[in-house]
C-alpha cells in the first residue's frame, strides 16, 4: 500500500520543478492551461483586442514560478528565519537560502545527499543521551545529538555553542534544538 501525500526519494538530487511537481499534479497544470486559453478564447469573442497565444504547460510553470519567487522577495534578506522538519532540509537549499541573507534552521537526515561525509567529531555510537557533537561546513552548523535517537539540526543561524540547553530527563541539548523545538513544537513530530 502506497504511503498518502507526495513521495519525495531523498537519494535523489531533485530540481524545485520536479519538488513542486509533487504537489501539483500534471493533470493539474493541464486543466489550468486549458481553462486559461479557453477563458482567454472567451473574451477575444467578446471583444477583448489584447493578442493571445495559448499558454502551454512549461509556460505556465515559468509564470508560475515568477509568482512564488515575487511573494518570496519582499522577505529576502530581511531578517526573518525559516525552520523546517527533515523532509524540507538539505544542505544545497541551506546553502542558497544563506547566500541570499535568509536564516534556516532544521532537522536533517544524514543519508540526504548533499549532508557532508565526515567523522570529524562523530558522536560515537555508545554516547550517552544528552552527549552532543558539531562540525561547520561554511556557513552551515550541523548539530548532533542523542537523544532517544540520534538528532541532527542543521542551522546557519547558530553559534556552535553558546551554553544554551534544552532540559530533558537526563541530559541537554545546544541552542539550535533549543530553537527547532520552541519554533517547531517538537522534533519531527509528523
Known amino acids: 500500500m502506497r504511503t498518502p501525500g507526495a513521495q519525495l526519494d531523498l537519494q535523489q538530487d531533485n530540481s524545485p520543478l520536479e519538488l513542486f511537481q509533487l504537489f501539483c499534479s500534471k493533470d493539474a497544470i493541464r486543466i489550468l492551461c486549458q481553462n486559461t486559453n ?6 477575444h469573442t ?8 495559448d499558454v ?11 509568482v512564488i519567487y515575487l511573494g ?3 522577505f529576502l534578506g530581511s531578517g526573518y528565519h525559516v525552520y523546517v522538519d527533515n523532509f524540507y532540509t538539505s544542505s544545497a537549499l541551506f546553502h542558497h537560502l ?3 541573507h535568509y536564516g ?8 540526504r545527499i548533499s ?39 542543521c542551522s546557519t543561524i547558530h553559534k556552535a555553542y553558546s551554553g544554551g540547553s534544552v ?21 519531527d513530530m509528523s
Open 167 to 187: 532540559q530533558r530527563r537526563v541530559k541537554s541539548s545546544d541552542d539550535p534544538v533549543l530553537d527547532y523545538n520552541k519554533y517547531m513544537g517538537g522534533i
Open 72 to 74: 518570496l522577495v519582499p
Open 115 to 153: 549532508f557532508p561525509k565526515t567523522q570529524v567529531n562523530a558522536l560515537p555510537k555508545t554516547a550517552a543521551r544528552g552527549d552532543m557533537r558539531w562540525f561547520r561546513d561554511g556557513p552551515l552548523l550541523y548539530v548532533k545529538w542523542k537523544d532517544t535517537r540520534d538528532v541532527i539540526v
Open 56 to 66: 502551454d504547460a512549461e509556460e505556465l510553470f515559468r509564470y508560475l514560478s515568477i
Open 104 to 111: 534556516a534552521c532544521g532537522t536533517i537526515r544524514q543519508d
Open 46 to 53: 467578446q471583444g477583448f483586442q489584447t493578442p493571445w497565444t
Open 38 to 43: 479557453i477563458n482567454a478564447q472567451r473574451k
Open 98 to 100: 544563506h547566500q541570499i
